[in-house]
């Protein structure tokens, strides 16, 4: 029979570090809220929940690599924000934000999420961070409980199916 893993949204037990750019506070602490919000609720205590403020949402892959090194969490959540102005420069911050913390996230042995809205105006930012379409904050938190969960499962059954092939 075929193993399925897929991890589950019980953070009872995992210790979740939180970074969050402060450019943009006014959609990115509500990004945090979201993202708190979510982790308390699916069991996550309050006391296991470090919350890093960095500058802007180019500073994130840094700290979370950081973080990450520590090896002292179970998983990273990062938030920003990006809104399109009239340059180039939303391009370049947007891009190496979401390329450093996906390098991060393969470099290192735990989940390390991307909650960086990308957005063309503010108030898709505030639809995004608690209005109309849901909070990505909560989102993102959400998902790293889950696949915090599935690295947990992929571990114990990896060792599992070792110590029963080793006792053979």
């Not at 009872?12 to 979201?34: C, D, H, K, P, W």
């Not at 995004?128 to 909070?135: D, K, Q």
Request: overall charge negative.
């Amino acid at each position: 029979m075929a193993r399925e893993l897929s991890g589950n949204v019980d953070g009872t037990g995992l210790r979740v570090g939180i970074l969050v750019a402060q450019f943009n506070e006014a959609i990115t602490s509500r990004l945090l809220g979201g993202a708190r919000d979510a982790l308390t609720r699916h069991g996550v205590r309050e006391d296991d929940i470090t919350i890093v403020s960095v500058p802007g949402a180019l500073e994130l892959p840094q700290a979370a690599q950081r973080m990450a090194r520590t090896g002292e969490w179970d998983a990273l959540v990062t938030l920003g924000c990006v809104t399109k102005g009239e340059t180039a420069h939303f391009s370049y911050v947007s891009g190496e934000s979401a390329r450093g913390i996906a390098d991060i996230a393969r470099a290192f042995d735990i989940p390390v999420m991307f909650g960086v809205l990308t957005t063309y105006d503010t108030e898709q930012a505030m639809a995004r961070s608690g209005g109309a379409l849901g909070n990505r904050g909560f989102d993102c938190a959400l998902a790293a409980i889950k696949m915090a969960t599935l690295y947990h499962q992929i571990d114990h059954d990896t060792n599992n199916v070792t110590g029963k092939e080793l006792s053979r």
